[in-house]
C-alpha cells in the first residue's frame, strides 16, 4: 500500500518484489501472478529494465511452482542472464535455486547439481543464501542414487543448521521436510 501510495514506480517495483516471495510461500497463485503483472507493466511503462527482469524470472518461479516446468525454466534463464548483465544479481538466488528445482524435475540432475554446487561455493562463508543452497543441493542428491543419500541427508542437515543460526524459519521448515 505504501509503495502504492508513494506514487514512485521504482518503489512501488520493490515493495512487489519483496510481496511476491510471501505470496508464492503461502500459495496465492492469483496474488504473486498479480505482482508478476504488475510489476511487468510498470518496469516497461518506466524503463525499469532490472525489475522487468526480475518479473520474468519470478514469472518462471511461478510457472515451475504451478508444475509448469518446461515454460518456467528459459524464463529463469533468461532473468539470470539479464540480470548478470545488469549487473543486478542481489535477488537471483531465488532464481537460481528454482532453475535448479526446475532442471531436477526434468531429469537433469548434473545441471541442477552443478548450478548449485557453483553458487556454493562463490557464496561468502557466511552467506545470507547458504541455507536455502543446501537445501537445493540435499533436495537434488536425494533425487539422484542411493549413493547420494548420506551426502543428500548432510546437506540437508547443514541448512537446517544454518536456517536456525539466521532464523529463517521458512527454510528451516522446507529442508526437514
Known sequence: ???RESGRPAILCRALVLV???F???GNAERSAQCVAQMADLSASYSLIPYRALAV???GQ???LQGKIEDGIPLLRQALKELHAQRYEMLNMDFICELGAGLMTTGDHGTALAL???ELEVQPQAGLHMPNLLRMKGLVLASRSVEDHAEAEQSLLSSID???R???TLIELKAAK
Request: charged share 15%.
Open 1 to 3: 500500500d505504501e509503495g
Open 57 to 59: 524470472g519470478q514469472r
Open 62 to 64: 511461478l510457472l515451475v
Open 116 to 118: 548449485i554446487v557453483n
Open 162 to 164: 544454518w536456517a536456525k
Open 20 to 22: 511476491f516471495p510471501v
Open 24 to 26: 508464492l510461500a503461502s
Open 166 to 168: 539466521q532464523s529463517a
